[in-house]
């Protein structure tokens, strides 16, 4: 009898437990959803609601939430919420969970979620999460293992206030049989004022956090006309790790690629750059670059490091062939050859065009083994180092190949407020090939050239800077030739200069060639032009107006021997930079005020010229022609040429 109340006992127990744990199936939809919402608003830092929950039971046990919504950040400004999701789809494996192996699903599936990611111009987003973080000491709970991820229609509006940026995109999983679903998107909207269009196949969203498997990634964007390509894989994606991606850049010009970047990218050419892209240590690193920029050829590594004010950019970059026209977005010029209609004026006069150099950091290191068009441009090699902080832009030292000797530019341009910059530029000439300057003349020499030469100033462009300039100039030579036919036209010695037409004598063996001059308010204004070869001695004045481009320069040659045709009249090059003209100078132009009035500006002439310190000023053919231009002697010889005119 007590055996068979026990069992009655039991049996009502037991459907009693079944008739609980049913009651709390059937309930679940009504006491679940608040427990939920409650655990993710205080995992998310943001408030999150549930509209409706249905449970299926079976194996695996199926959640269908409906009208998830995520909301913003409680200080940020009243709008739509972050995200939208119509429905939810999670498949639970409860066994699992009761075996105590976590959470785990099979399948979770978003319906139509619409995501909502704004930044303000004063920095807030709605998109940066702060996550609750685990007690002191204890281990971070581990997350949901999940099986399959679907999106289904998926879209978002993306609008970033301090990038100029309104992007709406569309974003779907695709599956092809046995495979993960993959990710497919399209981007479409504007970016730094320019129209921005992105397409996007990549591996499936599990696969982000699964450093054993490589993440496929292929990526189309093209910026207004600027195109970019990606492909490959990331071993650790959440961390940019591990990649083994190619990129491939390619434009109109380099400068549009600033506002993707956030690096400050001088005006270029077109362009074409490709090259390995990789994360690591915290830097982003663009190697084993390869392309054109314009008519250049262009190698080497990028390192950028985002920094807490701007970025750091370490660059090393080489060209085996370069066209000097390609790099003067670089100091500020109109870069590249683009047909220009003909103008009066030499100098150049675009205005300056400097990217925002405060943007970042830069250090950077070029080189290039040859200079093309060296018919055009008597150097042959190139050298720059650049190290821009705080807006600022040095070169130091910038250097150019000129046959066996070299050409040092200290160079410093500094943007100013009102528009344009200042510039210093500090020049050193060591042992410069004369045959290869002389080669874009009609003339031919030899020998190596010494000096220096200083400009600072203010303007706009290249032809204001010069217009305003001040500094100075000083040259010597010891040793080396001449073309015959250029010394004899300058002193009009007609009969030698129509034999060194002909090929005979072809060369004028020089002595010493000093001249230093003083730039004062854009006007360079000759102090000593002294030339002296085995038959002359020449002597020169002049004034060349930089802000007007013209030019008044004398020069008279006297023999030091007996000649044929020698006509002792100096000679007088005027006119405007472009079109000069040479002319005799019977009446003594020098007493009427364009070189005399320029010359009584300055210190007495060649009382003020600097030593030379470049291994020619001591040697001996110079030494007396460098004290005759501080008026200390006569050189020798000097007085009277044998059978030639008064000195």
Not at 42 to 54: F, H, K, M, P, Y
Not at 226 to 242: C, K, S
Request: glycine residues 12%.
């Amino acid at each position: 009898m007590a055996g068979r109340r026990a069992l009655q006992w039991g049996l009502w127990g037991g459907a009693g437990l079944l008739a609980l744990l049913a009651l709390a199936l059937l309930s679940l939809p009504l006491w679940l959803p608040p427990i939920l919402e409650r655990q993710a608003a205080a995992a998310l830092g943001r408030e999150v609601t549930i509209g409706g929950l249905r449970l299926r039971p079976g194996s695996p046990l199926v959640l269908t939430a409906r009208d998830v919504t995520i909301a913003n950040p409680p200080d940020f400004p009243a709008g739509e919420p972050f995200a939208r999701i119509p429905r939810l789809i999670v498949h639970l494996d409860a066994l699992a969970w009761l075996r105590g192996e976590g959470l785990v699903l099979p399948l979770v599936e978003l319906d139509r979620p619409a995501l909502r990611a704004i930044a303000t111009e004063d920095g807030r987003s709605n998109y940066a999460f702060r996550l609750t973080p685990a007690g002191e000491g204890a281990a971070p709970a581990p997350g949901p293992r999940i099986g399959v991820l679907r999106i289904r229609e998926g879209g978002a509006r993306v609008t970033l206030a301090p990038l100029d940026a309104d992007v709406a995109l569309a974003l779907a999983t695709v599956e092809e049989p046995g495979q993960e679903p993959m990710i497919r998107a399209e981007a479409e909207g504007s970016y730094a004022g320019q129209p921005i269009l992105a397409r996007l196949h990549a591996g499936g969203l599990l696969g982000l956090r699964d450093p054993a498997n490589p993440w496929p990634v292929e990526l189309h964007l093209a910026n207004g006309p600027t195109r970019a390509t990606v492909r490959g894989t990331l071993q650790d994606p959440l961390n940019l790790r591990g990649a083994e991606v190619a990129l491939l850049l390619e434009g109109p010009d380099m400068a549009l690629l600033a506002p993707l970047t956030g690096v400050p990218v001088p005006a270029t050419p077109p362009c074409r750059l490709a090259g390995d892209l990789d994360y690591a240590e915290g830097r982003f690193r663009f190697t084993n670059i390869a392309g054109r920029v314009g008519n250049s050829e262009l190698e080497g590594a990028i390192t950028v490091a985002p920094g807490a004010q701007r970025p750091e950019v370490r660059a090393e970059l080489r060209s085996r062939s370069v066209d000097l026209a390609d790099l003067a977005g670089f100091i500020g010029g109109e870069p590249g050859r683009q047909a220009r209609p003909a103008r009066e004026r030499v100098l150049p006069d675009a205005p300056f065009n400097l990217p925002k150099l405060e943007m970042a950091d830069v250090f950077l290191l070029y080189r290039a083994e040859r200079i093309q068009r060296p018919d055009a441009v008597p150097l042959d090699d190139l050298e720059a180092r650049l190290e821009l902080v705080g807006g600022d832009l040095p070169l130091h030292p910038l250097r150019f190949g000129v046959g066996r000797g070299r050409i040092l530019v200290e160079l410093a341009l500094a943007p100013r407020p009102e528009g344009g910059v200042r510039a210093t530029a500090e020049l050193q000439f060591r042992q410069v090939d004369l045959a290869r300057l002389m080669q874009v003349t009609v003339f031919e020499g030899a020998g190596g050239l010494a000096g220096a030469a200083r400009i600072e100033g203010e303007g706009t462009s290249f032809a204001d800077l010069l217009a305003r300039g001040r500094g100075g100039l000083t040259l010597i030579m010891a040793g080396g030739n001449l073309s015959a036919l250029l010394v004899d036209l300058s002193g009009l010695r007609l009969a030698n200069a129509l034999l060194s037409a002909l090929g005979l004598p072809e060369r004028a063996a020089v002595e010493c060639f000093v001249t230093d001059a003083v730039l004062r308010d854009g006007r360079l204004i000759s102090r000593a032009l002294l030339l002296e070869t085995e038959r002359t001695i020449t002597e020169g004045q002049g004034v060349v107006d930089l802000g007007r481009e013209r030019l008044e320069i004398r020069l008279r040659t006297d023999s030091k021997h007996l000649t044929v045709g020698a006509v002792p009249t100096p000679i007088v090059i005027s006119g405007t930079l472009r079109a000069p003209r040479v002319a005799p100078d019977p009446s003594e132009l020098i007493a009427r005020g364009g070189i005399a009035g320029a010359l009584a500006a300055i210190a007495p002439p060649l009382a003020a010229l600097p030593l030379i310190q470049f291994g020619v000023g001591d040697d001996p053919r110079c030494e007396s022609m460098v004290r005759r231009a501080r008026g200390e002697q006569r050189p020798e010889g000097g007085g009277r040429g044998e059978g030639g005119g008064r000195r």
